[in-house]
């Protein structure tokens, strides 16, 4: 694999070939909560991290998971309608891209199918970690594409003196939405206690053009009316989450629980199966949520339980005990023209202890155990995967060695899993290992190089699937034989820091063996009408970079000028063609002027076009958009923040090529949304 040797020489040289170390230690940064059970800052990391905070979170869009995080370096979004979306991460998503809350897995049906939701929004979070890659060997095979964590604030591990909170508003025009948040938390003596709620609210998005892209219909022999502006039809989303948490915060420790529910309803667009007509617009300005004639409507519960604490300790050479547990009860119903046609049901406990060791001259290390079980069911007309009984144990070990100027560091874990359905059952026993170097050859500067071995079980729909799935327009047929997917991977690291400017660099190539792809076979079920895809294992290979730079041009006090560029790109290839879905290359610029008690960015975003496509698969087209934003806190109560944001300004047509529905559902157009937030 030419290209793969080439970055492992190419980093190895970056490695060896630099200055003369720098004899000033490096800086404290913000540490990475989900890079390992032990200290790691962001700009020590080895491997790709990006870090949305709260204040991040106040001004984004409202939206799905995936939505919010597309846009970062090698982030895009499954975009199913506002309603439901994943992160595809390095051109991977589903299985290969693991979403957590508080380090504990959803326990939802997320990663079965793209029009299924992520069973927690991202307003309901304090912070958001992303980790590109497989650099998360200790929440298992599934990271192998990277690792989303969703972090809440429920469960305190910190004394609260007193009464805080935060409310959030906001209103957007291109949907009508609405979106209202708060949390509060209060402390008694040692108990805290926290409360917290959503509502998101919006009907149908405008567009810029009709629904079904120009290359569709040509496709199909229609004819293109023209860019004329439009609608996306059953694309309404209602949205409650609330929630409580309870900890006990002491001299050695804490420890607490938390409740959580969702009850959200959305269409779901492009998911019917009854005839109707694309091409008739009307927006839909009410709130009532009712479905249009074949249209699909998912109403999705979830209850879920957490509990956390920490430890200190006097146990040899562990000082630390971290353990984390989730139980949820989730269950989604397929409701077309008012009626149930699939229900997917699932319910089950995931939980993790962490030893932490103690540091010893840079030396830091944990040892951890993993345990799942899981219930999957589904009901109806897209039953197309059997009910299937996951479980799931796994120990890890990370070890990690700083001498300021240098460091290694290494991880190992291994994995059993057992798929049980009514009728067989598989299991998998998998070994995933990690090692990495870095340098700090000046002041500013981080090097690092990473290798991994990642093995990853099959899903149960990669095993087991033998029926229609209306989202992706297939008919999908599982291999009970598969084996694990393995994959082989190298990451190159350079953060540097200084003065003016600050960027972060990485490439990565990723070889696969029994790479788990799902393709066309050329038939068609006669009973859909959907074309009939298997689920096959082949060899593959991706690689790519992303890039992210910042230079401040000019700073007075508090006041700051500053331009932001950002850059990515993912290659991917199998010995049977190229990947579906495998979005184009992106380059971001942005303006950003920081006035002390306001800010103003202006961004231009250009996506390419993606003409590298799988079997089946249109090509989809490039787009330039346009967006500015602008936040202040102009009263003497510095805690008031106002925001104002304009996102795609030039109205443009822009489709997610890594979305099932890029022909069928474009991004939203022009919108607009203004918005208050208060901290006390």
């Not at 490439?507 to 799902?518: N, S």
């Amino acid at each position: 694999m030419s290209k793969f040797h080439l970055l492992a020489a190419s980093g190895i040289a970056a490695l060896i070939g630099t200055p003369a170390w720098a004899d000033a230690a490096k800086e404290v940064s913000e540490v990475v909560v989900t890079a390992a059970p032990y200290v790691v800052s962001m700009d020590s990391s080895t491997t790709s991290v990006e870090v949305l905070r709260r204040d991040d979170l106040d001004t984004a869009p409202a939206a799905g998971l995936g939505d919010v995080l597309s846009g970062l370096p090698g982030v895009r979004s499954t975009f199913f309608g506002p309603g439901a979306s994943r992160p595809v991460i390095r051109g991977l998503a589903g299985p290969r891209v693991m979403v957590l809350t508080n380090g504990v897995g959803m326990i939802d049906a997320s990663a079965l199918s793209p029009d299924h939701q992520v069973a927690t929004d991202p307003q309901e979070a304090e912070r958001i970690e992303v980790l590109r890659g497989p650099s998360a060997l200790a929440y298992g095979g599934s990271a192998i594409g990277g690792v989303v964590n969703i972090i809440d604030d429920r469960i305190s591990d910190k004394v609260v003196q007193g009464f805080h909170g935060r409310m959030l508003a906001a209103t957007s025009t291109v949907d009508d939405g609405t979106t209202a948040s708060a949390a509060f938390k209060a402390g008694v003596g040692n108990w805290v206690f926290s409360l917290d709620g959503l509502r998101r609210e919006s009907s149908n998005y405008d567009i810029p053009v009709p629904a079904e892209s120009r290359r569709a219909m040509q496709a199909e022999g229609e004819a293109y009316p023209g860019p004329n502006a439009s609608t996306v039809e059953n694309t309404a989303v209602d949205l409650y989450a609330y929630g409580g948490g309870v900890s006990y915060v002491g001299e050695k420790g804490f420890l607490g629980l938390a409740v959580k529910r969702t009850d959200s309803t959305y269409g779901v667009p492009g998911h019917s199966h009854e005839a109707h007509d694309d091409h008739d617009h009307e927006h839909d300005h009410d709130h009532d949520h009712e479905e249009e004639e074949g249209g699909v409507v998912i109403d999705l519960k979830q209850t879920r339980y957490d509990l956390r604490g920490g430890l200190d300790l006097d146990l040899g050479i562990f000082n630390q005990l971290k353990v984390s547990a989730g139980y949820a009860d989730y269950e989604h119903a397929e409701l077309e023209n008012g009626v149930v046609g699939t229900r997917f049901l699932s319910d089950g406990w995931e939980a993790r202890a962490e030893l932490v060791q103690v540091e010893r001259d840079g030396w830091q290390g944990a040892v951890g155990f993993q345990a799942l079980s899981r219930n999957l069911d589904a009901v109806g007309d897209e039953a197309y995967v059997p009910s299937t009984e996951t479980k799931e144990y796994g120990v890890f070990t990370l070890q990690r060695l700083d001498r300021d100027t240098w460091g290694v560091e290494g991880g190992l874990r291994l994995d059993h899993r057992e798929l049980k359905t009514p009728d067989m059952s598989r299991d998998f026993t998998n070994v995933s290992a990690s090692i990495g170097a870095f340098l700090r050859p000046a002041d500013g500067w981080f090097l690092g190089l990473s290798g991994s071995r990642t093995s990853r079980a099959p899903t149960e729909a990669e095993l087991f699937a033998n029926g229609a799935h209306a989202a992706t327009r297939g008919f999908e047929v599982g291999d009970p034989s598969l084996d694990s997917e393995v994959s082989y991977s190298l990451d190159a690291t350079i953060h540097y820091g200084a003065g003016p400017w600050e960027a972060d660099l990485h490439a990565f190539a990723v070889k696969y063996d029994g790479f788990i792809d799902l393709r066309a076979t050329g038939a068609e079920d006669p009973v859909s009408g959907f074309a009939i895809y298997d689920y096959l294992q082949t060899d593959a290979e991706f690689y790519g970079a992303e890039a992210e730079v910042s230079y401040r041009l000019w700073q007075d006090g508090d006041r700051s000028f500053s331009l932001e560029g950002a850059a990515d790109y993912v290659h991917g290839e199998t010995d049977l063609g190229v990947p579906a879905r495998i979005p184009p290359w992106s380059v971001t610029g942005r303006a950003v002027f920081d006035g002390g008690w306001w800010t103003g960015k202006l961004e231009l975003r250009q996506v390419g076009e993606q003409d590298r496509v799988a079997d089946f698969e249109l090509p989809t087209d490039s787009y330039r958009m346009i967006n500015a934003s602008l936040s202040a806190t102009p009263f003497d109560d510095k805690n008031l923040k106002l925001f104002a944001e304009a996102r795609n300004i030039n109205d443009a047509e822009a489709r997610e090529h890594a979305s099932f529905l890029k022909d069928l559902a474009p991004l939203p157009g022009r919108s607009f949304r203004i918005g208050a937030g208060y901290k006390f």
